[in-house]
């Protein structure tokens, strides 16, 4: 079985603070993404990585590919209540097969 | 131009019923995925299709559970005789076939209760 994990499960900060939360896997990978997703709604595609050491910045978003590729962080600087959300991340296993696999998420709280 | 488009947003069903729920991939995509999400979860694998094919269904119950991808029209996903179970948000993405990227873009979802 394969498995992926995110951590932590939950998270509360402050406006201003900064953050990192992981996703880990059992399995090594071909490509992950990273989800961001709002109550009600469907998730947004924030990043695909796919070499070993990549590093990856979107405005107060640093994405970071592990080395080994089974695992990725999301680094976010000077964290905005506009950030709250969930954050999922999301892994092919297999460069043939189509379905993603995704983890319970990052439930985060930016308090202003 | 519209993302993916699902419909309804929201269905309610009774217990024995049967819910239909449609999906429009984006323009210029041929590959559908629908996936399952309980409140506070990830998203759980349901199946994968391309037009007129089913690629993967390893996610789908063995039962009441079915999903096509007709050569014209939208995906859909059925799910007869509802239980209280099936309460659940689901979700479509769709995809071009990009090889290693396999960049899957999520419709807003259709959010079913069984009463």
């Known amino acids: 079985t394969q498995l992926l994990e995110q951590s932590p499960q939950f998270l509360s900060i402050q406006e201003g603070e900064n953050l990192t939360v992981y996703c880990n896997s059992s399995?090594?990978?071909?490509?992950l993404q990273w989800y961001r997703q709002e109550p009600g709604e469907g998730p947004v595609l924030l990043v695909t990585v796919v070499t070993g050491g990549e590093v990856k910045k979107l405005k107060r978003l640093t994405f970071q590919f592990g080395d080994a590729r089974k695992d990725s962080s999301l680094h976010i600087t000077a964290a905005q209540p506009g950030d709250t959300g969930l954050y999922l991340c999301a892994v092919h296993f297999d460069t043939n097969a189509g379905k993603s696999t995704f983890g319970d998420g990052t439930t985060l709280t930016v308090k202003p | 131009n519209a993302g993916v488009m699902q419909n309804p947003r929201h269905l309610v069903r009774r217990r024995g019923q049967e819910a239909r729920l449609r999906c429009s991939p984006m323009k210029g995509h041929s590959h559908v995925y629908w996936y399952r999400q309980l409140p506070e979860e990830g998203l759980k694998f349901m199946v994968y299709l391309q037009k007129e094919n089913i690629i993967d269904e390893s996610g789908m119950p063995k039962e009441r559970f079915s999903a096509e991808f007709p050569k014209e029209g939208p995906s859909i996903l059925r799910i007869q005789q509802v239980v209280r179970g099936d309460s659940a948000a689901y979700f479509c993405?769709?995809?071009?076939?990009?090889?290693?990227?396999?960049?899957?873009?999520f419709g807003p979802g259709t959010r079913l209760t069984v009463l």
């Open positions: 399995s090594v990978f071909s490509s």
């Open positions: 993405a769709s995809s071009t076939y990009s090889g290693t990227l396999r960049e899957q873009f």
